[in-house]
């Protein structure tokens, strides 16, 4: 038989403390089976969503950026056109 170490805390999310492997193996581990895994699944939602969250205030950022910098060659462009020196 395979033994795994984890915390406390992690229980809930790997195997009840009080379930032996018998009273896994009755009608009640379905029930079990089902609340560790829509738990994990819950977490890794939790986890997508916030690198989500970051992929889009990075992808807001990039985007300001490019605005500005598109700006800033307009506005070169219109120094050039207009200046005596075509060419800096």
């Not at 009755?26 to 989500?52: F, G, H, M, N």
């Amino acid at each position: 038989m395979y033994s795994f170490t984890y915390d406390e805390s992690e229980t809930w999310k790997v195997w009840p403390n009080g379930m032996s492997l018998s009273a896994f193996n009755d009608s009640s581990s379905s029930i079990v089976i089902s609340q560790i895994v829509r738990q994990l699944l819950d977490d890794i939602r939790d986890e997508t969503d916030e690198l989500q969250k970051m992929i889009e205030n990075d992808k807001s950022q990039l985007t300001n950026y490019t605005n500005q910098l598109l700006t800033a060659a307009d506005s070169y462009l219109a120094d050039v056109e207009i200046n005596e020196a075509f060419v800096r």
